[in-house]
């Protein structure tokens, strides 16, 4: 696997997800589950022509699913079950699946802190250290439900489900110029706004 796709693994999966979602397609793996095929086997097994063989061929390969030998004058293919169970074991469960959805595009640092100080959907503790704890502070917002303005109750409801010192988070978010508030009401200021539009 590239640096590139070790820092993000999400580009890898979504298109193997996309080779599969196709009945053709699902058709032809549990052809070669067992036993490599060559393109004419699988032609006649599928019910398709060779060219929509060679097609679909394509899109799985491209998607990391197929393993390849050949003999001459054939290439033979064979679904690849460990990428099949690599991309399985990586949505399977909801830990996983946040961890997936925050991996990318962030850099190294940010996932290290990221992994530190969350377990699944809860904050462990508030980093001490200014840049980690604006990591930290950045993904609790991003958590939030969408709002254009959050009363103070149900501001504090959201971020307790979080971490219980919710006045502490939405201190360090006025401080921090994330929020403004005025007589109860909480609204994102634009730096907060620019970490929730990813920019």
């Avoid at 390969?61 to 003999?71: C, D, F, K, M, V």
């Avoid at 303005?149 to 971020?159: C, G, Q, S, T």
Wanted: net charge positive; glycine share 6%.
């Amino acid at each position: 696997m590239s640096d590139a796709a070790a820092d993000d693994p999400k580009p890898a999966l979504v298109q193997l997800f996309k080779g599969l979602a196709d009945p053709t397609r699902l058709r032809m793996i549990a052809a070669m589950v067992d036993r490599p095929r060559c393109g004419q086997d699988l032609a006649a097994e599928v019910g398709v022509t060779p060219a929509t063989v060679s097609h679909h061929l394509r899109v799985l390969s491209e998607a990391g699913l197929l393993r390849e030998t050949r003999q001459a004058p054939y290439t033979f293919y064979q679904l690849d079950i460990e990428a099949l169970q690599g991309a399985v074991k990586a949505v399977s469960s909801p830990k996983r699946v946040r961890e997936l959805a925050t991996a990318s595009p962030v850099d190294t640092e940010t996932r290290n802190v990221l992994r530190a100080f969350f377990d699944g959907p809860r904050l462990r503790a508030l980093p001490a250290q200014r840049r980690k704890k604006e990591i930290v502070l950045e993904e609790v917002l991003r958590r939030l439900p969408r709002r254009r303005e959050y009363r103070e109750p149900e501001l504090n409801r959201f971020i307790e489900v979080v971490h219980p010192d919710f006045c502490t988070i939405r201190r360090e978010w006025i401080m921090g110029g994330y929020m403004e508030r005025e007589a109860g009401v909480y609204k994102l200021a634009p730096r907060g706004r620019t970490v929730i539009d990813g920019g």
